[in-house]
T-cell receptor, first 109, second 114 residues
Framework: GIQVEQSPPDLILQEGANSTLRCNFS?????LQWFHQNPWGQLINLFY?????KQNGRLSATTVATERYSLLYISSSQTTDSGVYFC???????????WGAGTKLIIKP | GAGVSQSPSNKVTEKGKDVELRCDPI?????LYWYRQSLGQGLEFLIY????????KSGLPSDRFSAERTGGSVSTLTIQRTQQEDSAVYLC????????????FGDGTRLSIL
């Protein structure tokens, strides 16, 4: 099956810093989503991005489907950005989302 | 409601008891998914419902786990004879169905088996 790898596994930054999170996947995918899980466990859908680039405020994401990776950019980070960022992909054979292990982000004030 | 609703938010029970977890999807969403997340881990797919089609149960870890979806809306995940390894957060998501539809998640049920 499709493998999803995220890097780095952990990231600690000062407030105001920028960061780039990476998601690699092992095969062609039908779609890709980025999620943020906050410290209270809530999963928030950030981007639905099978290809191309999208921006939402301080966050943006780029997926290069032909090279099987996606990047999530966080600019001018805030303490509320802390949590775990997950990448999940959908293959072509069923509707299951296959999840990476996540990047744990801690933003220090 | 505006989002996916799950209940209870927390459940503590003794080993061997049965538990029922409920998910109310976003109105109009035909697809419903159950996932399990153990502490510090990613999400594990359990089961998928799409409209009136037979559910995809390929992710259920054992025959103690079952789920149903009545009337194409509310879903119940049942765990019989709970074990300590069943302790996890159980998350429900819904989407408009089919490929290429983003999934939207509820807040989950945190299940603790004593």
């Amino acid at each position: 099956g499709i493998q999803v790898e995220q890097s780095p596994p952990d990231l600690i930054l000062q407030e105001g810093a920028n960061s780039t999170l990476r998601c690699n996947f092992s095969d062609s995918v039908n779609n890709l989503q980025w999620f943020h899980q906050n410290p209270w466990g809530q999963l928030i859908n950030l981007f639905y991005i099978p290809s191309g680039t999208k921006q939402n405020g301080r966050l943006s994401a780029t997926t290069v489907a032909t090279e099987r990776y996606s990047l999530l950019y966080i600019s001018s980070s805030q303490t509320t950005d802390s949590g775990v960022y997950f990448c999940a992909v959908e293959g072509w054979s069923n509707y299951q989302l296959i999840w990476g292990a996540g990047t744990k982000l801690i933003i220090k004030p | 409601g505006a989002g996916v609703s799950q209940s209870p938010s927390n459940k503590v029970t003794e080993k061997g008891k049965d538990v029922e977890l409920r998910c109310d999807p976003i109105s109009g969403h035909t697809a419903l998914y159950w996932y399990r997340q153990s502490l510090g881990q990613g999400l594990e797919f359990l089961i998928y419902f799409q409209g009136n089609s037979a559910p995809d149960k390929s992710g259920l870890p054992s025959d103690r786990f079952s789920a149903e979806r009545t009337g194409g809306s509310v879903s119940t995940l049942t765990i019989q004879r709970t074990q300590q390894e069943d302790s996890a957060v159980y998350l429900c998501a819904s989407s408009l169905g089919g490929f290429n539809q983003p999934q939207h998640f509820g807040d989950g049920t945190r299940l603790s088996i004593l």
